[in-house]
């Protein structure tokens, strides 16, 4: 019996390490060491372009050391809280994503619909496409005073610009997708006598699904670039805020802490859609 249970755990740990290796051997691929190997040239890029402006400026704008030592003093009470006009760049930061996620949400569930009408039927692209080559040029910050007017509130006023900037890209790539249904994959719907309800769940929505995916990947980076310049408008709480607060106080290293925050937070949420891109991408 004691030699059938040390052979069983022999045989896990044995199962256990080559998992293990064969793990790492998937994170050191030629691929992984390529994208990791290239992201890190585009930051050392990216430093020597801010170096070389830093010098041309005559330090006017800070360089990368200097901004560093701000930010790391950013990080080290990000949550603090003493008073209206002074909250750590984490409160900011989480108060600017709060915003955003409502607008993005808002402008989602307007924009899919749309789209999903406006690529099935030739009627609704005839009768919504002009309205939609209207709206969706017009800036952010001319949507602002008409979000004052509506909600009383500039909270309530950012929210409404970021939906009403960030549905766009969703609506037009949903109605892509939904166009450009292979007329085979109709006929087969047709041929089989689906309902409306299991047409959209079997043929429409598993098509036009990554569509959908790439319009909410460009529609959250226009979302969180247009925060910025909406809670410059409206004050309070967030990371537009607290550049424009910044600019007030004149510290401009603070102000290329709050860039590098923001972008870095742009990429990851790309990321994030890039991902659930590839993982819904139809075969």
Not at 42 to 71: D, H, Q, R, Y
Request: charged share 15%; net charge positive.
């Amino acid at each position: 019996m004691w030699c059938s249970i040390r052979w069983l755990r022999q045989v896990i740990w044995l199962k256990q390490n080559i998992k293990r290796r064969l793990t790492m051997k998937k994170l050191f691929t030629r691929a992984s060491l390529l994208t990791v190997g290239s992201f890190a040239l585009s930051m050392l890029i990216l430093l020597g372009i801010w170096s070389l402006v830093t010098m041309l400026t005559k330090n006017e704008i800070p360089g990368p050391v200097a901004t560093w030592t701000v930010f790391y003093d950013l990080l080290q009470d990000p949550f603090y809280d003493y008073g209206p006009n002074d909250k750590g760049i984490g409160i900011q930061l989480w108060a600017s994503i709060k915003r955003v996620f409502s607008g993005f949400l808002i402008g989602s569930l307007i924009a899919i619909p749309a789209g999903l009408l406006m690529g099935a039927s030739k009627t609704g692209m005839r009768l919504l496409n002009p309205i939609v080559q209207i709206l969706r040029s017009v800036s952010p910050l001319a949507w602002f005073p008409l979000g004052l007017l509506a909600f009383k509130a500039s909270d309530g006023a950012t929210v409404f610009i970021i939906a009403i900037t960030s549905l766009w890209p969703t609506l037009v790539n949903t109605a892509f997708g939904v166009a450009s249904i292979p007329q085979d994959f109709k006929n087969v719907g047709r041929a089989y006598g689906f309902p409306v309800g299991k047409y959209l769940t079997k043929i429409l929505i598993p098509y036009a699904l990554p569509h959908i995916i790439t319009g909410l990947r460009l529609s959250i980076g226009i979302a969180w670039m247009v925060i910025v310049a909406g809670e410059m408008l409206s004050g309070g709480v967030g990371i537009g805020f607290f550049v424009w607060d910044s600019w007030n106080g004149l510290s401009l290293e603070k102000i290329l802490s709050a860039i590098l925050i923001i972008g870095i937070v742009g990429l990851l949420l790309d990321k994030l859609f890039s991902g659930f891109q590839k993982w819904v991408a139809y075969e």
